[in-house]
């Protein structure tokens, strides 16, 4: 009685083992990509300035600097160049105050660092053109984005797990089966949002050493692209 039991619960588990594997054997497995390119709609800039000595610029050799070009001055300067561009008190936040010393004159030099909102790399590049005065230390691209850029994440995504059903279809139709239903769905995050610092080096320009010349272009300069991969695995019907 007891080998039979034992013969009856090693058959069923064959069985079992054996049905796990033709089902293994019925599915298909797939990989859909998609990719989208956007154009960003919000573009912060960022514009550094720094208190400087004016006997500096005039060529006077002197022992010791004594007329500042203060920071106030130079706020002032800039936020008249801003309104001539339409651009409002509520887009320019400060996100930075420094403190240099300064071994020529008897104070040390405050610089401060602007972040202003626009609302394209077009409107960023018509604005460096035009801003040109001493004491505007640096200008760059401090980051971007899209106003929509969930929305156009969750396209994405649906448009790779697309690609991937019409893969598996078409994979299966060519050897004359058809497409079931969907078992199992996992993806692979490629997305490339470009808002680190470090990867914007080439739309960052140091203002002094341009020497008044307006060849900076950040137009077109850079997209936010999104790619997903869906894998996706389908029974074989």
Not at 40 to 50: A, G, Q, R, S, Y
Not at 175 to 199: A, H, Q, T, V
């Amino acid at each position: 009685m007891k080998k039979l039991v034992l013969f009856v619960l090693f058959l069923t588990s064959f069985v079992s083992f054996s049905q796990e594997t033709q089902n293994q054997q019925r599915t298909i497995r797939v990989t859909g990509s998609a990719k989208m390119e956007i154009i960003p709609d919000e573009v912060n800039l960022k514009i550094e300035l720094k208190e400087f000595y004016k006997e500096e610029y005039e060529g006077k050799k002197v022992k010791r600097y004594k007329t500042k070009i203060t920071i106030e001055t130079l706020e002032n300067e800039l936020f008249q160049n801003l309104k001539k561009h339409g651009i409002k008190n509520e887009n320019i936040t400060i996100s930075e105050i420094q403190d240099f010393d300064y071994y020529k004159g008897k104070e040390s030099l405050l610089g401060k660092t602007y972040i202003i909102k626009l609302d394209s790399f077009g409107k960023a590049n018509e604005l460096i053109k035009f801003l040109n005065f001493k004491g505007l230390e640096d200008v760059g691209i401090h980051s971007y984005n899209h106003s929509k850029i969930t929305e156009f994440r969750k396209q994405t995504k649906i448009n790779a797990i697309v690609a991937a059903r019409d893969k598996a279809k078409y994979l299966l139709e060519a050897i004359g089966s058809i497409l079931g239903k969907p078992i199992e769905i996992r993806e692979n995050d490629y997305s490339f949002p470009s808002y680190n610092n470090s990867s914007l080096n080439s739309l960052t320009a140091n203002v002094l050493s341009r020497s008044n010349s307006k060849t900076l272009d950040f137009e077109n300069s850079k997209k936010i692209i999104l790619r997903y991969e869906i894998h996706a695995l389908f029974e074989i019907e």
